[in-house]
């Protein structure tokens, strides 16, 4: 069994969440949505395999107004025409700052997404995804477990 780094050095953890909290007001001050966000924490999340994530940011991006159309086909978000223009964008963000390095597809990518988003939005996604990068990695070292769940959310016992 790991130690849990979160656990361990309770005051790290609690810096993380500060850091967190300070990126999460300023991308809503630059213009990026609530929805937009969970977007990029659940993508990312989903390509580092970070189950602890995945679990906590379909459950956030369901209580920011996401559809579960979107969130089940989330995957596979190049290949239908559901997510809007600033949606796309985000997700192309997530992925480029998520699979590094960067590659001429995901420059290009990143050059669409920051037409789409303006600076200060388009920075903004950056900002969440390595925050969202960070707390994958701190979860999967530590081994968050997910816990079952009922389709209210409620924890299964």
């Not at 309770?10 to 966000?37: C, D, M, N, T, Y």
């Not at 990029?40 to 996401?66: E, M, P, T, W």
């Not at 978000?77 to 699979?99: I, K, P, S, Y």
């Not at 960067?102 to 997404?113: H, I, K, M, R, Y």
């Amino acid at each position: 069994m790991r130690p849990a780094l979160d656990k361990v050095i309770p005051e790290a953890w609690q810096a993380a969440e500060e850091f967190a909290a300070a990126i999460r007001r300023a991308a809503l001050l630059r213009g990026l949505s609530v929805q937009e966000s969970e977007f990029v924490k659940l993508r990312a999340s989903q390509l580092n395999a970070c189950a602890f994530c995945v679990d906590l940011h379909s459950r956030s991006a369901r209580r920011a107004g996401i559809t579960q159309q979107k969130l089940d086909l989330l995957p596979a978000w190049r290949e239908t025409g559901l997510f809007d223009e600033r949606e796309r964008a985000v997700l192309a963000v997530a992925e480029a700052a998520t699979m590094l390095p960067t590659t001429d597809e995901s420059d290009a990518d990143l050059v669409g997404a920051r037409s789409v988003l303006g600076d200060d939005a388009f920075v903004a996604a950056e900002w969440v995804a390595v925050t969202i990068n960070a707390f994958n990695r701190i979860s999967i070292l530590s081994r968050h477990t997910v816990r079952p769940r009922d389709n209210e959310g409620r924890i299964i016992r």
